[in-house]
């Protein structure tokens, strides 16, 4: 299995930009799919975004498209999301999360190994 760890949440203002990192330890990240998935306070988890084990292909949300980027540098098993133009309902915590799934998924059930979230609050 892979450990996760994020961080680079934090306080920010709506229309601000932030990068959240995601560093894995334990095994190379390249084995797996990874995902981004965010928590609100009172609401449940939901899927961000998703990146294949190339990062040549990549899915999003609905509500995150055109505003976030998801990347990933297998060399440094590390994978990224950059959040741009953010948003008071962006607000969250925010997880990564790695699949042995074969094609990039949404599905949380195909994550097996989680990190335990940083957070990301957006004031308006």
């Known amino acids: 299995q892979v450990q996760l760890v994020e961080s680079e949440g934090g306080l920010v203002q709506a229309g601000d930009s932030l990068k959240l990192s995601c560093q894995a330890s334990g095994r190379t990240l390249s084995s797996y799919v990874m995902g981004w998935f965010r928590q609100a306070a009172g609401k449940e988890r939901e899927f961000v975004a998703a990146?294949?084990?190339?990062?040549?292909?990549?899915y999003y949300a609905d509500s995150v498209k055109g505003r976030f980027t998801i990347s990933r540098e297998n060399a440094k098993n590390t994978v990224y999301l950059l959040m741009n133009s953010v948003k008071p309902e962006d607000t969250a915590v925010y997880y990564c999360?790695?699949?042995?799934?074969?094609?990039?998924?949404?599905?949380?059930?195909?994550?097996?190994?989680w990190g335990q979230g940083t957070q990301v609050t957006v004031s308006s």
């Open positions: 999360a790695a699949s042995l799934s074969y094609s990039v998924s949404v599905n949380p059930t195909d994550f097996v190994s």
């Open positions: 990146i294949s084990r190339t990062g040549l292909n990549k």
